[in-house]
């Protein structure tokens, strides 16, 4: 099959090597891809992403028969919908099912009118400020308020005071996050765990990949601010055999027949932001795709034919059988940021020593924010810039050979958390 892969992060980089290793893949393409995920396709050149017609064009010369779509932009803004009016195969959702990532609002109302396990929430326009701030003085704190748009994953506030409340109020209906800001959802601080499950729907079916921990805040111990993640491992520990069940019953499965039979059946990758408390998992998020980082721990760990089971899912019927083992052994994926992410940050530095890391020892360098100079020499070119993956039999071995990894890269300015993988470590001990 020719697939061409559509995103230029570490996601897509873990995607282009599962899509690569498949039996059933014969040809990848990628746009625009990065110079990681450029050694595994070939580049596109004569697309534009802002041209959804480009696309296409390239998809019938290519006899390309799935388009995997990465990021959220383009699923948002209904390029899933512009291919498959055209009989084009696609692994991603239509605009009318990303909203499930797109409107906090959308999601919550969802859940709620579904009795899908979620924080209880209300939501306020701009021109509702004055009982959003009454609504905080009413309420107890901590409590969460969220931009409804896409916001890069900044535009969540877990407010520790109400004074953080109405800062966070005024903030976003002043314009921080833009439009993604033109409605608020205030919702009730939940307590527990937190893992994120991915489930590769049909539009009906699906089969859940290993369960993941991502890493959101800055530093070390879950302290400072959120970031897009720093690390992530698979199979996370605190999502048991009995949770996973439970996150297919009571949220995967309602979820799926409630959007089928609203007329938008979602089909891609249905990303699960859960809280697990006592065993119990309530969604934080739903997203309308793979997580980054972390699809590149999940599919690490994951055994069978990566592309035909998209493009059963992409054609409406998945197949499970393409998905031998939902993980074997462990991954941890560790990223190098670039000093300041997620504020400002500088780019355009040489990296040096991914030439030394060694395949054959089933560690992955992922690339996330590189770019290639002049002279083809690889530079920082983002705020998250690699990602460190490393594969073994126990979690603590992934860790261990992962950080041990680092040591042999180095860019100026090169920042990462030390402490990926060490809450599920303190579940299996
Ligand atoms: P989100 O972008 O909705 O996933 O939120 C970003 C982060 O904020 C999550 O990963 C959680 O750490 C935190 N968060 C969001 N909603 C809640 C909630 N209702 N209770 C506790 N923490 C939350
Ligand atoms: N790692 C969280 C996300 O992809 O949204």
Redesign the pocket.
Known sequence: MNILLIGSGGREHALAKGLKQSASCDLLCALPGNPGILTLAQKVTDCSLNDPNTIISFCKRNAIELVVIGPEAPLVKGLADMLTDKGISVFGPSALAARIESSKSFSKELMISHNIPT?RYTTFTGDQAQLAHDYIEQSEIPI?I?ADGLAA?KG?I?AESKQEAHDAINDIFSGLFADAGSKIVI????QGE?ASVFAICDGENFVMLAPAQDH?RIYDNDVGK?TGGMGAYAPAPIVTDEVLQKVADTIFTPTLKAMKEAGYPFIGCLFC?L?IENGNPSV??FNCRFGDPETQAVLTVFEGDLAALLYSAANGSIQAEHMKQRSKGFACNIVLASKGYPDHYETGYKIYGTENINPNQQITIYHAGTSQDVDNNIITSGGRVLGVCAHAETLSEAIQKAYKSIEHISFQGMYFRKDIGKKGLAVTN
Not at 187 to 190: D, I, K, M, N
């Open positions: 924080a969460v969220k994953g969540v877990v919702e009730e601080f939940l937190e959101k959120n932001g809280m934080i998020e």
